[in-house]
T-cell receptor, first 116, second 117 residues
Framework: EAQVTQNPRYLITVTGKKLTVTCSQN?????MSWYRQDPGLGLRQIYY???????DKGDVPEGYKVSRKEKRNFPLILESPSPNQTSLYFC???????????????FGEGSRLTVL | AQSVAQPEDQVNVAEGNPLTVKCTYS??????LFWYVQYPNRGLQFLLK??????LVKGSYGFEAEFNKSQTSFHLKKPSALVSDSALYFC???????????????FGAGTRLFVKA
């Protein structure tokens, strides 16, 4: 089954304790992205990746890191989490950025993170 | 900068009635516009898109959307609402201004649709 898989789905942690949220897709998609969803703000893009070893900042990258060493994986790293990073996080992928692909996104089920 | 606005936080409609969820956009160049739906405790699912061509696009679950260039709108519609359509709906636009030549997808704040039986 074609899917985007995120882990963990739920996590409670404390300020400053490094954590990684993994994301894996099995569709051989070139493009992957991370979003955070907050009430009243919709989804805001954190980082995205055009392909292996190619990443770029989204609109809210502060406090986050990413890497794309393999095509299927795109982990989100919080080096020193803070309470304002409490949010619902989504990983998404898309086939490619080149025509004729038009960029519709496939989303994971989400990871709810609470930082105390 | 590209942006998307969904002016209604919530839309209430009775089952069987037509529904409209509004979206306006601001882009430079030709817009790539999308609608996504989010059911409780789930990720977003793609519904439909406008890239070019016919202004009325049809998508999943009987939804359609009308692209209006002069009003910069892309409203989501369905002729007859179902209770199961109750969900959170997001309008989105693709922004091609990434430094690596890639694209970002910019989402609106979302509109919660309640369909009452």
């Amino acid at each position: 089954e074609a899917q985007v898989t995120q882990n963990p789905r739920y996590l409670i942690t404390v300020t400053g304790k490094k954590l990684t949220v993994t994301c894996s897709q099995n569709m051989n998609h070139e493009y992957m992205s991370w979003y955070r969803q907050d009430p009243g703000l919709g989804l805001r893009q954190i980082y995205y990746s055009m392909n292996v070893e190619v990443t770029d900042k989204g609109d809210v990258p502060e406090g986050y890191k990413v890497s794309r060493k393999e095509k299927r994986n795109f982990p989100l790293i919080l080096e020193s989490p803070s309470p304002n990073q409490t949010s619902l996080y989504f990983c998404a992928s898309s086939l490619s950025v080149a025509a004729p692909n038009t960029g519709e996104l496939f989303f994971g089920e989400g990871s709810r993170l609470t930082v105390l | 900068a590209q942006s998307v606005a969904q002016p209604e936080d919530q839309v209430n409609v009775a089952e069987g009635n037509p529904l409209t969820v509004k979206c306006t956009y601001s882009v430079s160049g030709n817009p790539y516009l999308f609608w996504y739906v989010q059911y409780p405790n789930r990720g977003l699912q793609f519904l439909l898109k406008y890239i070019t061509g016919d202004n009325l696009v049809k998508g999943s679950y009987g939804f359609e959307a009308e692209f209006n260039k002069s009003q910069t709108s892309f409203h989501l519609k369905k002729p007859s609402a179902l209770v199961s359509d109750s969900a959170l709906y997001f309008c989105a636009v693709r922004d091609m201004t990434g430094s690596t030549g890639g694209f970002k997808t910019i989402f609106g704040a979302g509109t919660r649709l309640f369909v009452k039986a």
